[in-house]
């Protein structure tokens, strides 16, 4: 590929808020350093079908502030097979497309590694999820809000769990990934949070509500993250009814509301500093990297880095937690 003059930007896989102030920042930064910019609709799916259209600076105004994504996403399966991905080459060549720019989680990032991979294409990934698994990066556009999310809602679960002396178990978001559930609960001053990146037995758990029980608290609140390695909120509360049936159980799932909403001001500064690093890197012919922000400096962190390291969760906030809820 030679010089690059026109991007092409996409959001791919669940939404996040702050995704719609990545895409203003790509583009505008785009435009600023004399670059065409296309936005892509409904993530490969738009490279495939071929809804593509021209963004000029005024197609991303007053969007900073809004959840969701103007450009909709769409988790692509034709996309996944080499057929698919030959004609999302053809249909970006057509465009005049030199390079791509995907904002999504670590799915759209894998597509990204092997499209680019194959057919020699510039891509940039910004991590956009609210799950904060990408390694590389401190948070991932989106975390912060449904982070805040969760604190609402939990914040007024509280009142209700006081009020009738029950103990709650509130499944959040996160895929595999404990970010969400571990420091919701800390900021929530929740009791516990069950993580799939570390195991709890029924009887950790009764020991820690039983002892907050007796000694100050009349209701607990457990987060815990959904997944198939902790089960869910269900089967925890389900176990401890069945072996502890003195609590009065309660479960809250808060499912796709926490992928909602105007994004936190830490997210829209994310999203704005992100996207701007994206053309940077483009400017400087950096390919297959995902720009993360690493203690306050941007970092450009290979697609295969970004994906495959597991990020870990730090022991510091489990012991927190654990010391805090007593
Ligand atoms: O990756 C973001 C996420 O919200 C996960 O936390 C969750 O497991 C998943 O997407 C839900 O996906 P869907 O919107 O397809 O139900």
Redesign the pocket.
């Known amino acids: 590929m030679g010089t690059i003059k026109c991007i092409g930007i996409l959001t791919s896989?669940?939404d996040?808020p702050g995704m719609n102030a990545a895409i203003r920042a790509v583009t505008r930064s785009a435009i600023y350093n004399g670059l065409q910019v296309k936005g892509i609709y409904r993530g490969y799916k738009g490279l495939l079908t071929g809804e593509i259209k021209e963004f000029k600076s005024q197609n991303v105004s007053n969007i900073i502030q809004l959840g969701g994504t103007i450009l909709k996403t769409a988790?692509c399966k034709e996309f996944t097979t080499p057929e698919g991905r030959q004609i999302a080459y053809e249909n970006m060549k057509k465009e005049g497309i030199d390079a791509l720019v995907i904002i999504g989680?670590d799915g759209s990032l894998t597509g990204a590694r092997i499209f680019a991979q194959e057919f020699d294409v510039p891509c940039i990934g910004l991590p956009g999820?609210?799950?904060n698994d990408l390694f590389g990066t401190d948070t991932t556009i989106g975390y912060d809000t449904a982070l805040n999310t969760i604190l609402d809602a939990v914040d007024k679960i509280r009142d209700t769990a006081t009020s009738h002396e029950r103990l709650f178990f509130v499944e959040v978001?996160?895929?595999d990934a404990g970010f969400l559930a571990l420091n919701g609960a800390i900021a929530a001053g929740a009791e516990a949070a069950i993580i799939p990146e570390i195991s709890t037995e029924v009887d950790q758990l009764e020991e820690l509500i039983k002892n907050g029980f007796r000694k100050s608290k009349n209701s607990s609140i457990v987060l815990v993250a959904?997944s198939p390695i902790t089960g869910g909120a269900m089967h925890y509360a389900e176990r401890v009814k069945n072996e502890y049936p003195g609590y009065d159980v309660r479960v809250t799932i808060l499912g796709?509301l926490?992928?909602g909403g105007s994004p936190t001001a830490h997210d829209r500064i994310l999203a704005s500093r992100l996207g701007a690093a994206a053309i940077d890197a483009i400017m400087e012919g950096q390919r297959n990297v995902m720009i993360g922000i690493d203690h306050d400096e941007i970092v450009y962190v290979p697609f295969t880095k970004a994906i495959k390291n597991d990020k870990p969760i730090k022991k510091e906030l489990i012991n927190v937690l654990r010391e805090l809820s007593i």
């Open positions: 896989g669940g996040a988790r989680g999820t609210i799950d978001m996160g895929r959904e796709h926490q992928r």
